[in-house]
């Protein structure tokens, strides 16, 4: 059993807070149209998971999402993944963001390394995206066909994602600091008949010029018969075929956006890569937009008073929330560069500087300002009210170092991703935040933790993160998964009709969870099952260690070998003392049985572009696989840190 009965309570909303909170709001709409009584957190998750029609269609006539037959279907078939939300009603992803708002209202401030800050109101949002609409049917774009983005992280981005989904098209996009190969190995398999992209981008100091990414995305996808080009390096030209961005959005041309049914493609999102070709998973309008506006609105508080800015990039599922937090009647921040640049608190200066109400990053962000020192509350923060983190578990360890270094305000560490365009797990305005915990389970989730037979643990015990009815948001399928075999064997087929995600998950008898790691990297020892997450809490918390990865490796004879990989802070040796220290550790904090076998020095882990450690490549290559055949290396961080684990074996018998 995880040890869960006695964290450390960060922050506890105040009856203010709660009061005039969104999901408040709900909660008396709720009552006052349906004679629901939901008085607490608890009350209101039960009920929407117990009735998941019920409140996905409560969730649509809240936020007045469009018009709709009462007494129609909300969702028909089953079991998972064999059904259909809300059959016969129509919807516009981009519709319903562009009509938020007043005209003179800020959208979207785009900045960059440089300092510079240019805002975009509501009402150039709705005219770059109706020119830009225009220019993209006029190229023969209709509905069904996908527009590839290879872009940087600015205003330019989410008007091609509106002008697409206005058009009923389908988009896709990859980040610039993605080289030319990562990017057509995801987009090419799309077919796109569009390219939008830019000259380049500015990263860490530096420009970066992409012209001849460019040409080599468009020698690998012949399918691309038009482009548009973005100056933002001042090396943009036109040609044939070939249109700079400037012209395509010149004028007052509008578009009257197309009614697509629910279920129709928005866009696609590409799976981390770690295991082979990153996989295309393709979501809905009407299932991305209950998605978002129930976490983005109820769950985080976002709404039209709110500035958010979340540090990411359009290769990132948080990219397309981003863009998606328009639709709350918010404004947003585009950052284009690097998070430490020129110094460790750039991030927290931008979040001052332009008075950001709510601020999303990666827990090994926080850590390393932690690491250097960094005072975010020698700022001025006042605006600050909110903060979320995600991409990895947020170690206890961080949370309390936020909570003091940044204020008296929420840290909600969230879980759920790229595969449902949203969140199993998060925050709320009116539940506790604890120390290295997710606060609660999402609205209209019904997320559990079972264990290997298929039935739910007790809370406190660790299973896997299921979730046993259907979200509007899990993907209408894969790309190019016409039987959907490949979709059904990601997630339902441990479980038959029940999505398995691939994490250890504990629920606690306060509502909260805590995550363990995934559970295709399980230490196994001698039949005692550990997530990898337990111990990295643990190890990582002994001075002079930097970060730390676990594996385990069934070999033959009936051995099994357990060796952990540290790297260290500035100025320490991994010599008998340190390695005491971590055994002790763990064997104080956890188990004897999960003491590692070998602590073994290396110079650094790999991850994926989102921050999560690779335990899965590592101990394939401990097993002997070449490190080319275990991930895609485009979508690692430093795919260069996979070639130190050859041979290691060897090295340590």
């Known amino acids: 059993m995880t040890d869960t009965s006695r964290p450390e309570l960060l922050w506890r909303p105040t009856p203010d807070v709660v009061e005039q909170s969104l999901i408040a709001q709900f909660r008396r709409f709720l009552r006052d149209t349906r004679g629901l009584d939901l008085p607490t957190h608890d009350a209101l998750w039960s009920w929407s998971v117990a009735e998941i029609e019920q409140f996905w269609a409560a969730i649509w006539d809240f936020f007045d999402v469009g018009t709709r037959t009462p007494e129609a279907d909300v969702l028909v078939g089953g079991p ?41 109101d509501r009402a150039e949002l709705r005219r770059q995206t109706g020119a830009l609409a225009a220019h993209l049917r006029s ?86 018969r038009h482009t548009v080009v973005i100056d933002r390096i001042g090396e943009a030209t036109a040609g044939t075929n070939r249109h700079l961005w400037d012209d395509a959005v010149a004028g007052d041309s509008t578009v009257e956006p197309v009614a697509v049914d629910f279920s129709d493609p928005l866009w696609v999102l590409f799976s981390s890569g770690t295991t082979g070709v990153p996989k295309g998973l393709v979501h809905s309008h009407g299932g991305v937009l209950l998605e978002m506006l129930t976490m983005l609105g109820l769950q985080m508080d976002i709404g039209p008073s709110d500035r958010f800015f979340w540090y990411t990039s359009p290769s990132w599922m948080m990219w397309n929330v981003l863009a998606s937090a328009l639709a709350t009647g918010a404004s947003i921040v585009c950052y284009e560069g690097a998070p430490a640049h020129p110094g ?36 001025d923060m006042s605006a600050l009210r909110g903060m979320g983190a995600t991409g990895s578990p947020l170690s206890a360890d961080v949370h309390r170092w936020a909570r003091e270094h940044i204020g008296d305000i929420p840290l909600n560490s969230s879980s759920g991703g790229t595969d449902v365009a949203g969140a199993f797990l998060l925050g709320a305005p009116d539940v506790p935040v604890w120390a290295g915990e997710l606060s609660a389970r999402a609205l209209g989730v019904r997320v559990e933790s079972w264990d290997e037979r298929g039935f739910p643990v007790e809370p406190g015990e660790v299973g896997e993160l299921v979730v046993t ?29 029940v999505w398995r995600h691939g994490d250890w998950l504990t629920l606690t008898e306060r509502g909260s969870a805590v995550l363990h790691g995934r559970s295709d990297a399980t230490l196994n020892r001698n039949g005692v099952r550990m997530g990898s997450g337990d111990i990295y809490a643990v190890v990582e918390a002994v001075p ?39 055994v002790a550790a763990i064997r104080t904090h956890l188990s004897p049985r999960h003491v590692p076998d070998d602590i073994l020095e290396v110079t650094g882990l790999p991850h994926t572009r989102t921050g999560k450690k690779l335990e899965v490549p590592i101990k394939k290559i401990l097993l002997g696989h070449p490190p080319a055949t275990v991930a895609s290396r485009d979508a690692l961080d430093d795919p260069n840190l996979l070639d130190q684990f050859v041979g290691l074996r060897r090295g340590v018998q």
Do not use: K
């Open 344 to 379: 460790p608190s750039a991030m927290w200066r931008l979040v001052a500087d332009h008075e950001v109400t709510f601020f999303g990053t990666s827990p090994g962000y926080l850590q390393s300002c932690a690491a250097a020192g960094v005072e975010p509350r020698s700022l």
């Open 80 to 120: 998972m993944p064999n059904y259909r939300w809300f059959p016969g009603t129509t919807v516009n992803f981009a519709q319903y963001l562009l009509s938020r708002g007043e005209p003179a209202d800020r959208a979207i401030l785009t900045i960059d390394e440089r300092g510079s800050a240019e805002w975009m």
């Open 469 to 497: 009815a259907p979200m509007p948001s899990m993907p209408v399928m894969f790309w190019n998964d016409p039987d959907r075999s490949r979709y059904r064997d990601a997630y339902f087929a441990e479980y038959p009709g």
């Open 139 to 224: 190229a023969g774009v209709r509905r069904g066909d996908v527009v590839a983005g290879y872009l940087p992280n600015t205003a330019h981005a989410v008007v091609a994602l509106t002008a697409t989904a206005t058009l009923g098209a389908i988009w896709a996009s990859v980040g610039q600091d993605y080289a030319s190969g990562a990017a057509i190995s995801r987009l090419s398999q799309l077919s796109p008949v569009a390219l939008i992209t830019a000259d380049g981008y500015r990263f860490n100091g530096r420009t970066q010029n992409r012209l001849t990414a460019i040409d080599d995305i468009l020698t690998a996808t012949p399918t691309i």
């Open 544 to 582: 002079g260690i930097a970060e730390s990865a676990v594996v385990g490796l069934e070999l033959p004879d009936d051995d099994y070998w357990m060796p952990m990989f540290v790297v260290l802070d500035d100025g320490h040796v991994l010599d008998d003392v340190l390695r005491d220290r971590i």
